[in-house]
């Protein structure tokens, strides 16, 4: 009875995962219309002004007037690499395109909570890319709004390039503004 069991099992997650990857290389594979590229600008827009509203508000980012782009320089171009690595690609396949195969209505919901999750957990577990601000409630609204748009494009457009695209700008801009 176990072994009848467990070979279920085994088996659901053999067509879990191939469906997984299946939905990964489409997303990949599928380049964004010129449709999902404004949209997903707009989305993007939409995203900075409630996040700078946000920021405003709690006074959890508060951007330098200048930035010294030649103190910056050395390290700009490891920080533009590196961010659409980890977070962006990483991130966007495993929360868009990753938890969106879960079955059921609020899928949607479910993966963006894990998005939002996410970041105090690698605090949490000491991770390198953990920094303590993923702990404030005001970053972590934040996280949700990106997540939120981020799902947004990604269900929109079916391409995960768009949010790779947007989460990769965020990334980019809260490093070199000095977040």
Request: hydrophobic content about 60%; charged content about 10%; proline content about 6%.
């Amino acid at each position: 009875m176990i072994v009848v069991i467990f070979a279920r099992i085994l088996k659901a997650s053999r067509c879990a995962a191939s469906s997984l990857f299946a939905d990964a290389t489409l997303a990949i594979k599928r380049l964004p219309t010129m449709r999902d590229a404004m949209e997903a600008i707009g989305l993007f827009m939409l995203f900075l002004l409630a996040a700078g509203l946000v920021s405003k508000t709690t006074g959890l980012v508060t951007f330098p007037v200048l930035v010294d782009w030649a103190a910056l320089s050395p390290v700009l171009l490891l920080i533009v690499v590196t961010a659409f690595f980890v977070p962006a690609l990483s991130e966007e396949l495993a929360f868009r395109v990753g938890l969106s195969g879960l079955s059921g209505r609020w899928r949607g919901g479910l993966a963006l909570a894990a998005f939002v999750i996410w970041h105090p957990v690698q605090v949490w577990l000491g991770l390198p890319m953990a920094q303590p601000v993923f702990l404030d409630p005001a970053f972590l609204m934040i996280t949700a709004l990106l997540g939120l748009i981020c799902t947004i494009s990604y269900r929109r457009s079916q391409s995960i390039w768009p949010p790779v695209f947007i989460h990769w700008l965020v990334v980019v801009g809260w490093k070199i503004l000095g977040g």
